[in-house]
């Protein structure tokens, strides 16, 4: 090979080339979900040091906001967490009328939380499919895909679209659930616990499964606290946080749902996190589903608004993947100000490096899974 | 046999025998044998792992997708060659013809039917070597010096990682792999292939069941030795791109793969003659079972067929594993190579021959 003199390195005095391998882990590489780009220094297969460079998907998303009304931003937002838009539109219209002081009306925060906790589910059965196929299981990917389809058919029912759902709207929603679609989901919910089973059949009690993710990447709940980890990160160390149960918005004071925790913070315990979330956001989904009410979608709101002048407001929401927050500011004309965007994905990823000090890189690709991150909303 | 060739016997019988027979052998096993039994695995891989998964697998190319692994060679011939040009250029193109040699050379040694009832008829061997079993896993290690030198030749490193991975994981486990082989050699008494399957039908039981240990280590050790999931950490895909063949890309690309496929279906086939009874029918000493010999056939065909069926057996569990596990960690993978197949193996061997010494004794 031919790295024999490089400037700054150290003359070499030994027959053989003794310093760490540098590798880049993408941004085009298999296991790093887009354009994540890891710099990883290794001692044979043991990683000494790691650092994380994004930005290759930067789109000035939050300068885009400042660009359009109100009303206009909600479809910035879907390209965001492109798997998991209903969340971060319900975070932003949630930031936008606690801006204008809007009251949403109880049938359309139903229809809210139902698109959110089905857009829950679909984003951890792609955050299982892809961790699944990291570790090396390749057919969870494709039964976690094929529910996954179902629920994107249900969106494509309500808004016309699957991914970029553009599905909500500031004061409530746009459309109303569509004749027989409450029959549909009804039938999706009823059979997917037994689908949540059938993935872990595969995986839970598999040794090798096991072997891989059971004290893995080790979360320490005061770590986690500190690097401000939110969601199932946050969970699967202990740490019992949950938005839903905290500060509840939209229906869910009015459902019945349990926020399970982990034990050990290692990756095998975020794993059984979020197969229990998917049964609880299922749970959430058939509650809402019995209790819909009847009555208006839209609050009652001026053609044209303005954000006053100094208005400041911050609406974060238990997104798939953590709290997903929106900061907003006014300056008395129809556009914002300012728009601050509090990605999970983005603050989850910070703390990677802490958790592959030392490990293996098989590992780094089960801690780069269990982050679960999405590139979109890392750079935004 | 036609005419011409029982002339040509006739007339030079040495030449016959040591050169034109092994020859067209050679020719109609390579061609009609294990050239289509590899493009076939591999549709019918993504075949069964697609009733797995939930889909159809390949099903545009040809009735049921049968042509499909035609369309592929094709593909692969016709595209570029790339050859990178910080790559070791030799060793670059030594590297896969170094692992799909070895791999289709030891079915020279393989018995796919039984020997022929006349001294004039035909065996269905290439050659019944009387050292035929060290010469299995002599040629089997040439093997991978291919991986780890097109690791190296690339000039990658995540080539570079997985030519060492493999390195280490095919020495590791082909010890364990070797000292599983000598169970059924003890027992057995002759390293020649043929007079295993032999030994299996006079001593009226398949190695399977006095040796089920050494059958065991030889399995999982055979799928880590053909680098298949789940010990298929050379090429992870999520962890080093393509492992050792990361660089190469159209023809040479597959010849790595036939390399692989080249050897679950000899590991296979070893692990049929070994502990299956090869050709032999299921039970070959309970005589109402006489009908699954199928006396109207000729015998040939019918060993022919129940090697085959044996050997299908164990390429389908090859593709079950890789529809079910996850893969192991490189360390995790040592683990079990050494703290505890290698002891197993050991044990069962000192077993075995304090039995035969007993009982010999």
């Known amino acids: ?380 | 046999m036609p005419a011409f060739l029982a002339a040509i016997r006739d007339a030079h019988p040495l030449l016959f025998d040591y050169a034109l027979s092994p020859a067209l052998k050679i020719l109609v096993l390579l061609f009609a044998g294990i050239l289509p039994a590899i493009a076939y695995l591999t549709l019918a891989e993504r075949k069964i792992l697609g009733y797995m998964q939930s889909r159809v697998g390949p099903n545009r190319v040809g009735p049921w997708g049968l042509l499909q692994p035609i369309a592929d060679v094709a593909k692969l011939l016709v595209k570029e060659d790339v050859i990178p040009e910080q790559s070791v250029r030799w060793a670059f193109i030594l590297a896969p013809c170094l692992v799909v040699g070895p791999a289709l050379v030891i079915f020279a040694v393989i018995p796919i039917g039984p020997p022929a009832a006349s001294p004039t008829g035909l065996n269905l061997f290439i050659a019944d070597v009387n050292v035929a079993l060290l010469y299995v896993i002599a040629v089997a290690t040439i093997g991978v010096y291919g991986l780890i030198l097109g690791g190296w030749a690339s000039n990658s490193k995540f080539s570079l990682m997985g030519g060492l991975r493999s390195a280490a994981q095919m020495i590791s486990y082909e010890v364990p792999q070797g000292l599983a082989l000598v169970g059924p050699l003890i027992l057995a008494g002759t390293l020649s292939l043929v007079g295993i399957v032999e030994a299996q039908r006079d001593a009226k039981v398949w190695y399977l069941f006095p040796q089920f240990i050494a059958f065991f280590i030889y399995v999982v050790s055979g799928v880590a030795e053909s680098n298949r999931n789940p010990f298929d950490l050379p090429e992870a895909e999520s962890e080093l791109v393509a492992g050792f063949h990361t660089e190469y890309s159209g023809m040479r690309w597959a010849l790595f793969f036939l390399g692989e496929y080249a050897n679950m279906i000899v590991i296979s086939a070893m692990a049929t003659t070994l502990f299956l009874g090869g050709w032999l029918r299921p039970f070959p000493s309970v005589a109402w079972l006489h009908f699954l010999d199928f006396p109207f056939l000729p015998a040939g065909l019918v060993g022919v067929f129940w090697f085959v069926a044996k050997l299908t057996v164990f390429l389908f569990a090859y593709i079950w594993f890789r529809g079910t596990f996850p893969r192991y960690r490189f360390d995790q993978l040592m683990d079990l190579g050494w703290k505890w197949l290698i002891p197993l193996a050991l044990l069962n061997l000192f077993f075995t021959g304090l039995v035969k010494l007993l009982v010999k004794g």
């Open chain 1, 1 to 380: 090979m031919s790295e024999t003199s490089v400037p700054g390195e150290p003359p070499r005095d030994t027959l053989f080339d003794l310093r760490e391998m540098e590798v880049n882990l993408g941004p085009q590489h298999p296991a790093t979900h887009g354009v994540l780009r890891l710099k990883v220094k290794l001692d044979g297969e043991r990683i000494v040091d790691c650092y994380p460079i994004i930005g290759y998907l930067h789109r000035g998303t939050e300068k885009l906001f400042e660009l359009h009304p109100f009303f206009q931003n909600v479809p910035h937002t879907d390209r965001m967490d492109y798997v998991a838009a209903a969340t971060n539109n319900l975070a932003y219209v949630g930031a936008v009328e606690k801006l204008l002081g809007l009251t949403v009306p109880p049938r359309a925060r139903y229809i809210r939380t139902i698109l959110a906790e089905l857009q829950r589910i679909s984003s951890h059965l792609l955050w299982l499919a892809t961790h699944a196929i990291d570790i090396g299981a390749m057919t969870p990917f494709f039964y976690t895909f094929r529910e996954r389809e179902e629920i994107l058919d249900l969106f494509e029912d309500y808004c016309g679209a699957r991914l970029t759902l553009n599905c909500m709207r500031p004061g409530g929603q746009p459309y109303d659930l569509p004749a027989g679609w409450v029959e549909k989901c009804a039938a999706f919910v009823d059979k997917f616990p037994a689908k949540v089973d059938e993935y872990e059949e595969l995986l839970t009690e598999n040794r090798i499964w096991k072997r891989r993710t059971v004290g893995i990447g080790v979360l320490e709940p005061e770590v986690a606290i500190d690097y401000g980890i939110t969601g199932p990160m946050l969970r699967g160390s202990g740490v019992a946080f949950d938005l839903r149960k905290a500060l509840p918005y939209e229906a869910y004071g009015e459902v019945e749902f349990d926020v399970p925790v982990g034990k050990n913070g290692d990756t095998y315990d975020r794993y059984l996190v979020r197969m229990e979330e998917m049964r609880q956001a299922n749970r959430i989904v058939r509650q809402c589903l019995d209790k819909l009410p009847e009555g208006p979608l839209m609050a009652k709101r001026p053609r044209v608004v303005r954000g006053a002048a100094d208005a400041e407001v911050y609406h974060g929401i238990e997104g798939p993947k953590g709290e997903i927050g929106f900061y907003i500011v006014g300056d008395g004309t129809t556009n914002p100000y300012r728009c601050h965007v509090r990605p999970p994905s983005f603050i989850n990823l910070q703390v990677v490096p802490a958790m592959v000090q030392g490990a293996l890189i098989a590992d780094l690709i089960a801690v780069i899974g269990t982050t679960d991150i999405v590139l979109g909303e890392v750079d935004r």
